[in-house]
């Protein structure tokens, strides 16, 4: 069974309120009794953050990003814990494929 062997807040940027920020997280995941593990990393984004960081760009991807309006931390670890229970997959390549739609996947070692 897949678990999440950790959930660190990395960087934050908080800017002239509390409705400009961004906070990066490293997540890490794992096979129960094994020394398997991915490393993905995520950005949690207010929405007056996102609309500065694209305002010169005409687009931006939204890979790799939870939107909200008030940073909540407890809303945060829920919604991540509910996103790696639902991405359950066959095995574990393919679980690792599935979180790698809302997460993005660390390729600094190899896995």
């Known amino acids: 069974m897949i678990k ?16 400009d920020f961004v906070v990066q997280y490293e997540l890490q995941i794992g096979l129960e009794n094994s020394a398997d593990y991915s490393n993905f990393s995520f950005d949690v ?3 007056k953050r996102l609309e500065r960081s694209i305002c010169d760009k005409d687009i931006e991807i939204g890979y790799g990003l939870m939107i909200m309006t008030d940073f909540n931390t407890k809303l945060v670890e829920h919604t991540v814990e509910r996103l790696v229970r639902m ?12 979180l790698s739609r809302y997460f993005r996947r660390r390729m600094d070692r190899d896995d």
């Open 4 to 19: 999440i062997l950790s959930l660190i807040r990395d960087y934050e940027d908080w800017g002239e309120g509390e409705d």
């Open 45 to 47: 984004i207010s929405p």
């Open 87 to 98: 991405s359950f997959g066959k095995d574990y390549d393919e679980t690792v494929c599935q």
